[in-house]
């Protein structure tokens, strides 16, 4: 069965005070459980490991980026309007099968364990986000799209995050998010679109896809 594993850390962490550090993990467990509870991906699990580090294995490997995403756009939208840093993650998103499954995730092991774990390997220092595949054609596909939208998800400023978190995980009416943010209607249509939101939701739904597709080969 094939199945997706995302590698992640934050940021940098060791800039951040222990309590800042804190509310980071909180943000990010409570919406790994927003996830799951709102349907998003409804099998998955997640470990943390060395601090700053995690893993997540996921049975369905479509909902993969939604949920990568999803991540990234939620430590943006909560961070304090005083930090001294914009939060976010790298994430490597590794899709294929786990043949080994340990109580602990850190200790299991397979094909998507191990494409995500090349894959952060690699990441370079302005890159958050790679996705490695079992499929070499797919694989070049997502090199070029996903470095385009790794670049726009990247220059988010929390504004939009606060607009797009919503639309993403729930799917949301732009005017509910707008009576939520105490905003216009014309006001989150325009922070949507300048943050390029319908491109990447176009990137997402291929991505799910071609994901399908090769999964029923």
Known sequence: MIQSVITGDIVGSSKLDME???????????????IKEIGVCNELSFEMFR???????????????????????????????????????????????????????????????RNSGRGFDKLKKNERLVINTPWCDFNKELEVSTGFADTIITKWTQKQAEA???????????????????KTVQNINLALNTAKLPLIKKYINRFQTKIEEYGNL
Not at 20 to 34: A, G, I, M, P, Y
Not at 166 to 175: D, H
């Open 164 to 182: 797009i978190l919503p639309e993403l995980i729930a799917n949301s009416p732009q005017k509910d998010i707008a009576q939520q943010l105490n």
């Open 51 to 113: 601090g700053d580090s995690f893993q997540i294995v996921l049975n369905n490997p479509a909902c993969s980026l939604s949920v990568a995403i999803i991540i990234r756009v939620a430590l943006r939208a909560n961070a304090p309007k005083n930090s001294k840093l914009k939060w976010d993650t790298r994430l490597s998103i590794g899709v294929g099968t786990i043949n080994f499954a340990s109580d602990k995730i850190t200790t299991s092991d397979g094909e998507a364990f």
């Open 20 to 34: 800042e550090r804190k509310k980071v993990l909180s943000v990010l467990n409570d919406t790994l459980l927003r």
